[in-house]
T-cell receptor, first 114, second 111 residues
Framework: AQTVTQSQPEMSVQEAETVTLSCTYD???????LFWYKQPPSRQMILVIR??????QNATENRFSVNFQKAAKSFSLKISDSQLGDTAMYFC???????????FGEGTQLTVNP | DTAVSQTPKYLVTQMGNDKSIKCEQN?????MYWYKQDSKKFLKIMFS???????INETVPNRFSPKSPDKAHLNLHINSLELGDSAVYFC??????????FGPGTRLTVT
């Protein structure tokens, strides 16, 4: 079974600075997908970014980018130029190709301070 | 337009009652899911339906019964509610694009 681990329960960053959230996972599959979801206080789950394991290039979406290290089974999220609206719980998630379920990490609560 | 909607958004009920949560998606997706988010914010899959057929059924008490009348709807019925059922329940849907799109969640409080 796949497992996803986020070792940072809480993090904080000053507005306009850069922060990196960590995620590691365990799987025996070779092809899979990784995601970062954001859950603000409104509790809506919002997809931030996704990465296909077969792609070597790290995914980027505006201020959000990932550092995908397949051999190390690591998938960190970097947020540049942090904004107050980035304050949220961030979840790392894994989806294998043999099934459609998402396996989530425990989440990291990010607070952006003015 | 709301892509994935759930009703109700809040549900407060007493132990022993039976309740239902409804989910509808207008994205044309074939697969729908129910996830449970506990008090520690941990999210876990409960069920998944593909084209009205049950494809994922996690270790969930049989008091929980999903029903999919058509591929745009996936409802969750809970019998004999217990205190431990208090949580936020999320519906989601996906197609070949892999991403899952989540509804706004239903906060269930059992007293």
């Amino acid at each position: 079974a796949q497992t996803v681990t986020q070792s940072q329960p809480e993090m904080s960053v000053q507005e306009a600075e850069t922060v990196t959230l960590s995620c590691t996972y365990d799987t025996s599959e070779n092809n899979y997908y990784l995601f970062w979801y954001k859950q603000p206080p409104s509790r809506q789950m919002i997809l931030v970014i996704r990465q296909e394991a077969y792609k070597q290039q790290n995914a980027t979406e505006n201020r959000f980018s990932v550092n995908f290290q397949k051999a190390a089974k690591s998938f960190s999220l970097k947020i540049s130029d942090s904004q107050l609206g980035d304050t949220a719980m961030y979840f790392c998630a894994f989806r294998g190709t043999s099934g459609s379920r998402l396996t989530f990490g425990e989440g990291t609560q990010l607070t952006v301070n003015p | 337009d709301t892509a994935v909607s759930q009703t109700p958004k809040y549900l407060v009920t007493q132990m022993g009652n039976d309740k239902s949560i409804k989910c509808e998606q207008n994205l044309g997706h074939d697969t729908m899911y129910w996830y449970k988010q506990d008090s520690k914010k941990f999210l876990k899959i409960m069920f998944s339906y593909n084209n009205k057929e049950l494809i994922i059924n996690e270790t969930v008490p049989n008091r929980f019964s999903p029903k999919s009348p058509d591929k745009a709807h996936l409802n969750l019925h809970i019998n004999s509610l217990e205190l431990g059922d208090s949580a936020v329940y999320f519906c989601a849907s996906s197609q070949d694009t892999v991403e899952q799109y989540f509804g706004p969640g239903t906060r269930l409080t059992v007293t």
